[in-house]
């Protein structure tokens, strides 16, 4: 699968659950009707733990320039907690986390879970939906990141 790119994005949320967030490139799109989107996360994971409780998430699809915000939130930076969502990132938060300048922002609310060997299949209902600038996207491939 390291020779497989995918679009790297960061799933965040908050609420009763807690503030938490992760990088994934396991997303995709679901349903037209209604607008649905899938998300992977490990079963151990804080932020599908949190998502449970919280019961919505954002998806924001990162640029090119975005690399630091991806390895934050892949705990490859040594930024932990809320210190991931500080605005020098470029998060915003009324309501659910969006992250600036993004490919794109979906706000979701979870419509379905199942567990598939080690990972949760989220599947969101989008509920909204953000397009940002048209800037190259960022990819992860032979465990790197990629300019698109």
Do not use: K
């Amino acid at each position: 699968m390291s020779r497989v790119a995918g679009a790297v994005h960061v799933i965040a949320t908050d609420g009763p659950g807690g503030l938490s967030g992760a990088t994934v490139t396991a997303m995709t799109s679901v349903s037209d009707s209604p607008p649905s989107l899938l998300v992977c996360l490990n079963s151990g994971s804080r932020t599908l733990a949190a998502l449970r409780r919280n019961g919505a998430f954002t998806i924001n699809t990162l640029s090119a320039a975005q690399q630091e915000v991806a390895e934050v939130f892949a705990s490859q930076r040594g930024v932990e907690g809320e210190a991931r969502f500080a605005a020098q990132y470029g998060w915003t938060r009324q309501g659910l986390p969006l992250l600036a300048d993004a490919l794109a922002n979906f706000s979701c609310r979870l419509a379905e879970m199942t567990v598939v060997g080690s990972h949760v299949v989220l599947i969101g209902t989008v509920e909204a939906a953000e397009a940002g600038r048209e800037v190259d996207s960022l990819v992860y491939v032979r465990r790197g990141y990629r300019a698109v």
